[in-house]
T-cell receptor, first 109, second 116 residues
Framework: KNEVEQSPQNLTAQEGEFITINCSYSVGISALHWLQQHPGGGIVSLFMLSSGKKKHGRLIATINIQEKHSSLHITASHPRDSAVYICAVMGGSQGNLIFGKGTKLSVKP | GAGVSQSPSNKVTEKGKDVELRCDPISGHTALYWYRQSLGQGLEFLIYFQGNSAPDKSGLPSDRFSAERTGGSVSTLTIQRTQQEDSAVYLC??????????????FGDGTRLSIL
């Protein structure tokens, strides 16, 4: 079992829909990151959180430390949101991120 | 530019050759990370530098892989005697400090390495 599991693996939505991507992890963590990777390959850090909820524009990230679960929500989705969304956790005493396999989102106009 | 810079952006080489990949982190960032993304696979940690501390090499897949960071800034990832399974996108990231993941990581655009 992977230490970081994401669901769904692939997601197709219509423009305007509310989108949720889930991430579950099995290790103790100090922080959880949500990353966005565009088709060209560039990776952008969206959120870093260790508790509660963060919001940036149409994006909302939540984390439940007790349940070891995080969600990334996109409101009023747009075709430009099409990308791979990656959940990653920093666990234990290591300095590195442990990555989920990503969720490929495609938003149709 | 203010971002993480990687070079070359693309590298094609023959099996058995050595390659060097370069990463120039954001100025002032003390933490530097190397990751690898193979085709159809997720991101994989390779090595982590934090300031002057000994690097965390736990992710390097074999002794053909090595990395150094000179003067706490530029880093070079070296792959010796390349194999076809080394073909991947190699990504570098930096953060203000390593602080157990409590700093966002800024990624470069990666080097796409193809081994023929």
């Amino acid at each position: 079992k992977n230490e970081v599991e994401q669901s769904p693996q692939n997601l197709t939505a219509q423009e305007g829909e509310f989108i949720t991507i889930n991430c579950s992890y099995s290790v103790g963590i100090s922080a959880l990151h949500w990353l966005q990777q565009h088709p060209g390959g560039g990776i952008v850090s969206l959120f870093m959180l260790s508790s509660g909820k963060k919001k940036h524009g149409r994006l909302i990230a939540t984390i439940n430390i007790q349940e070891k679960h995080s969600s990334l929500h996109i409101t009023a989705s747009h075709p430009r949101d099409s990308a791979v969304y990656i959940c990653a956790v920093m666990g234990g005493s290591q300095g590195n991120l442990i990555f989920g396999k990503g969720t490929k989102l495609s938003v149709k106009p | 530019g203010a971002g993480v810079s990687q070079s070359p952006s693309n590298k094609v080489t023959e099996k058995g050759k050595d390659v060097e990949l370069r990463c120039d982190p954001i100025s002032g960032h003390t933490a530097l990370y190397w990751y690898r993304q193979s085709l159809g696979q997720g991101l994989e940690f390779l090595i982590y530098f934090q300031g002057n501390s000994a690097p965390d090499k736990s992710g390097l897949p074999s002794d053909r892989f090595s990395a150094e960071r000179t003067g706490g800034s530029v880093s070079t990832l070296t792959i010796q005697r390349t194999q076809q399974e080394d073909s991947a996108v190699y990504l570098c990231a930096s953060s203000l400090n390593g602080d157990r993941g409590l700093q966002p990581q800024h990624f470069g655009d990666g080097t796409r390495l193809s081994i023929l």
